[in-house]
Nanobody, 126 residues
Framework: QVQLRESGGGLVQAGGSLRLSCEASGRTSSSYPMGWFRQAPETEREPVAAISWSGLVTTYADSAKGRFTISRDNDKSTMYLQMNSLKPDDTAVYYC???????????????????WGQGTQVTVSS
């Protein structure tokens, strides 16, 4: 099983930036598709961005396009989410996820993933 740990969350003003990190440990492999999700209070967990094992294929939610960038460094077993031009609507707990499958593409739905981090809070003030 893969253990995931997010970091980098915090409080930022609207228009600011944050970079989230997700470090994988345990039965790690650079061949796993990964993704970022977020969940605001009283809402369902929603996908933000996904990345293939190679990093060559990425997918973004419409709300993230042009503002967020997902990337990964397989040598460091770490995935990142660079978030720019943050808005109050981006306030949520952000989770990283990994799916233990050898697949060259990405997965989008939360139910597709079988490993999750504990989450990191992102709060954007207006």
């Amino acid at each position: 099983q893969v253990q995931l740990r997010e970091s980098g969350g915090g409080l930022v003003q609207a228009g600011g930036s944050l970079r989230l990190s997700c470090e994988a440990s345990g039965r790690t492999s650079s061949s796993y598709p990964m993704g970022w999700f977020r969940q605001a209070p009283e809402t369902e967990r929603e996908p933000v961005a996904a990345i293939s094992w190679s990093g060559l294929v990425t997918t973004y939610a419409d709300s993230a396009k042009g503002r967020f960038t997902i990337s990964r460094d397989n040598d460091k077993s770490t995935m990142y989410l660079q978030m720019n031009s943050l808005k109050p609507d981006d306030t949520a707990v952000y989770y990283c996820a990994a799916k233990e499958v050898h697949y060259s593409g990405t997965y989008w739905r939360a139910n597709d993933y079988d490993n999750w981090g504990q989450g990191t809070q992102v709060t954007v003030s207006s």
